[in-house]
């Protein structure tokens, strides 16, 4: 907290300069040391690593891609940068690959820290870089069936941050079959993640006549949700359809959104009303049924390690991997080892974070023979604390680490 205000201060005394028009003599104090500048380098890596959140309207404090209000933050940009904390992309590089996402590349990383520190050059005025929009079509095309929000739900001045769960009815009258799902944000500013799940229990729908307004919170008590979202969303991650692997989506059954708002301190007492829209693409059939398994386990008695694993009984092929780091924790691996003893990376995060859920997707489906574990293993630091709060799939919120594997396998599609 103190960190953040402090590193605001800093933002806004250089701003003013700028204001009163004395950014020439202020930049002569630090002498240009940067191959990179803005105009021609920086901005392409800025748009394309950090422009989802941290453009005109985005949900992060501050746009980058435009050089007046991204070069007050060179200092800022530059400890988050090397903290690995931005992009909230936590995967490590080289173990495992992914198609949602990436950390930064190391050659951008470099341009980064050196145009911060070297006098943040802005480059060839007479090169203005392309505004940068919030997207307003579907990046994967039209989806099948778009399903909006049923009413506005207002996130009052006074409240920062809010999970709310909301009703989705599908009105399916057969068995249909999910292969991705996305999201349009209303109030596209405090929508942080919506993780969307498909309910034929009823139980979202009794828990939303319960509860006045639009929706239902995350009460005491409230089983919900029970298993893994059938999508993770937030701004920056590609969302994924899949080709020949679906979900299924029985007949009339519910589309529940869980959307959580959280505002920065720039919007921090504004009002916002918020409608966003789910799409899903799907289809009649699917030759491969997608399903989750849960791994997790509880914390150990004293030690400094966590380490568990689980037995895969049947073949199957993994496609995605939701990992829930609830404790303070480094270096969490996730590594399959096949019967023959190969070992094939899966996950790997440094410094993982639990502010930003996310769900990675495999580049490939990796095929795994029955008899294959999932071993999982972390550092806890010393007396590490746990966050509380309940699990995205229902997992026991006690187990300091949990995860759900996403898997395609060819069994059957009827239960
Ligand atoms: C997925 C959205 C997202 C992406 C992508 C992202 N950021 Fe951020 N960033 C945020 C949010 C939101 C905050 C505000 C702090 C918070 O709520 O965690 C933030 C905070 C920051 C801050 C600190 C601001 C402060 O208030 O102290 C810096 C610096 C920063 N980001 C730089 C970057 C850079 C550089 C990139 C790209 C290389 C990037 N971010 C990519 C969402 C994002």
């Known amino acids: ?42 901005f392409p890596i800025f748009r394309d690593n950090c422009g989802s959140c941290h453009r005109e309207g985005g949900i992060a404090p501050m746009s980058l891609v435009n050089y007046q209000s991204a070069y007050p933050w060179a200092q800022s940009i530059r400890e988050e940068v090397l903290g690995l904390r931005m992009p909230p992309w936590k995967a490590e590089d080289g ?42 079509a579907w990046p994967l095309g039209a989806p099948d069936l778009e399903l909006d929000m049923p009413e506005p739900f207002t996130v009052d001045a006074g409240t920062n941050e809010l999970v709310r769960y909301f009703v989705l009815p599908t009105g399916t009258t057969e068995e249909r079959f999910v292969t991705g799902a996305d999201v349009m944000p ?20 009794a828990l939303d006549a319960e509860d006045e307004g639009p929706g239902f919170g995350e009460a005491e008590g409230r089983d919900f949700p029970t298993g893994a979202p ?67 386990a509880p914390l150990p008695a ?28 480094r270096d969490v691996r996730v590594v399959a080892v096949t019967p023959d003893g190969t070992r094939v990376p899966l996950l790997f995060l440094r410094e993982p974070d639990t502010a930003w859920p996310t769900r990675y997707w495999f580049d490939a489906p990796i095929d795994l023979p029955a008899g294959s574990t999932i071993e999982v293993d972390a550092l806890l ?25 996403d898997y395609a396998s060819g069994t059957a599609l009827a239960d």
Request: aromatic share 8%; net charge negative; with cysteine.
């Open 186 to 205: 209303g109030a596209g500013a405090i929508v942080r993640d919506v993780a969307i799940y498909i309910d034929d229990t009823g139980t979202a729908r």
């Open 302 to 329: 004293g030690g400094l390690t966590l380490r568990f694993s689980q037995r895969i009984e049947q073949e199957l092929s993994a496609l995605a991997i939701l990992p829930e780091v609830a404790i303070e924790a």
């Open 230 to 296: 059938l999508a993770l969303w937030s701004p920056g991650r590609r969302s994924v359809r899949q080709e020949d692997a679906a979900r299924r989506l029985p007949a009339g059954a519910d589309i529940v959104a869980r959307v959580h708002y959280k505002k920065t301190w720039i919007t921090e007492y504004e009002e916002f009303v918020d409608q966003s829209r789910v799409g899903l693409y799907v289809g009649d059939e699917s030759r491969r049924t997608v399903d989750s398994m849960l791994l997790s």
């Open 95 to 136: 173990f495992g690959d992914f198609r949602n996402g990436h950390a930064l590349p190391a050659h951008e990383m470099d341009m980064i820290l050196e145009w911060s520190s070297g006098g943040y050059p802005q480059g060839p005025r007479g090169l203005r870089p392309d505004p940068v929009a919030e997207p307003d």
């Open 381 to 405: 630091h010393p007396g590490a604390d746990q966050a509380p709060g309940r699990s995205l799939f229902g997992a026991d919120p006690a187990a300091p680490i949990r995860l759900v594997v």
């Open 1 to 42: 907290m103190t960190t953040r205000y402090g590193r605001w201060c800093l933002g806004a005394a250089v701003a003013l300069v700028v204001v009163s028009g004395q950014v020439e003599e202020t930049e002569s104090h630090t002498p240009i040391a940067s191959r990179w500048n803005y105009n021609e380098h920086l």
